[in-house]
T-cell receptor, first 112, second 113 residues
């Protein structure tokens, strides 16, 4: 079955700097990779996703890249702001069970 | 479209009691998944229902059970509550296919005393 590993578990950056969070997956047939942001006390929110027929996707300051050969995908946040501080989760869908497999989360702190 | 809703939002129960949580998915969504989240922890998968059938199950004891109705609304039941069951219980809905966006509800915060 699918397994997702996420690194780092915590990340502190200065406001205005970039942040990168990386995830690896094991199921080579997985073809959908979403990212969620969870602010303190709130629900996880889908912020961006990528499908396997695309190598990169951007939405303003957020981008996701996918390397299917290496089986890893990354979230890139540029020009970080204090409101980017949250826990970020990556996920992949197991191709056999259709089950969402989440990474363990990255706590991002943007220091003003 | 209305988002995923969960009721109740907060619940306080005593050890040994049982509890039922409810989740109403986005209209048209046939899949509902349940997750447990404890402070500082990730998303622990409980189970997923698709078209009234349990499609996936996590590694939780049999005290945790669920069901889904014909209108896709889902309930989760926890019997014989333990202190360790105190957590935020999140449900998420999706269309159910292989490349599906999943949206979370606000969660039910359960406190067991």
């Amino acid at each position: 079955g699918e397994n997702v590993e996420q690194h780092p578990s915590t990340l502190s950056v200065q406001e205005g700097d970039s942040a990168v969070i990386k995830c690896t997956y094991s199921d080579s047939a997985s073809n959908y990779f979403p990212w969620y942001k969870q602010e303190l006390g709130k629900r996880p929110q889908l912020i961006i996703d990528i499908r396997s027929n695309v190598g990169e996707k951007k939405d303003q300051r957020i981008a996701v890249t996918l390397n299917k050969t290496a089986k890893h995908f990354s979230l890139h946040i540029t020009e970080t702001q204090p409101e980017d501080s949250a826990v970020y989760f990556c996920a992949a869908i197991d191709s056999g069970t259709y089950k969402y497999i989440f990474g363990t989360g990255t706590r991002l702190k943007v220091l003003a | 479209k209305a988002g995923v809703t969960q009721t109740p939002r907060y619940l306080i129960k005593t050890r040994g009691q049982q509890v039922t949580l409810s989740c109403s998915p986005i209209s048209g969504h046939r899949s509902v998944s349940w997750y447990q989240q404890t402070p500082g922890q990730g998303l622990q998968f409980l189970f997923e229902y698709f078209s009234e059938t349990q499609r996936n199950k996590g590694n939780f004891p049999g005290r945790f059970s669920g069901r889904q109705f014909s209108n896709s609304r889902s309930e989760m039941n926890v019997s014989t509550l333990e202190l360790g069951d105190s957590a935020l219980y999140l449900c998420a809905s999706s269309l159910g296919g292989r490349e599906r966006e999943q949206y979370f509800g606000p969660g039910t915060r359960l406190t067991v005393t």
